[in-house]
């Protein structure tokens, strides 16, 4: 990975994580947390999408990498939420 893909990554992920953070909590996570966040939910959202066939994950930086992290990062959030909340 060059540092051109580097940056790319932690910028779609820093704002996709912001993004879902203010869609799921009302708030974000801090820059680090973040990235993490859309960093994970791009990995997600590209192996969800491509399970069902829709466009080609991450890609560069462009608003379907953007979309396919988002959605990615709110599902994750999603998950973790019913997993914390669940009844042990």
Same mark, same amino acid.
């Given at each position: 990975?060059?540092? $051109?893909?580097? /940056?790319?990554? /932690?910028?779609?992920? &820093?704002?996709?994580?912001? &993004?879902?953070?203010?869609?799921?909590? *009302?708030?974000?996570?801090?820059?680090? *947390?973040?990235?993490?966040?859309?960093?994970?939910?791009?990995?997600?959202?590209?192996?969800?999408?491509? /399970?069902?066939?829709?466009?080609? *994950?991450? $890609?560069?930086?462009?608003?379907?990498?953007?979309? $396919?992290?988002?959605?990615?990062?709110?599902?994750?959030? &999603? /998950?973790?939420? &019913?997993?914390?909340?669940?009844?042990?």
């Amino acid at each position: 990975m060059d540092l $051109t893909s580097l /940056l790319v990554w /932690l910028i779609i992920g &820093a704002i996709a994580g912001w &993004a879902a953070g203010e869609v799921m909590r *009302g708030h974000g996570f801090g820059l680090l *947390g973040n990235i993490l966040v859309g960093i994970v939910g791009a990995i997600l959202g590209g192996w969800l999408f491509s /399970l069902l066939g829709i466009g080609g *994950g991450v $890609t560069g930086l462009n608003i379907g990498s953007l979309i $396919t992290a988002f959605l990615g990062a709110v599902i994750l959030l &999603a /998950l973790l939420g &019913a997993v914390r909340r669940a009844p042990v």
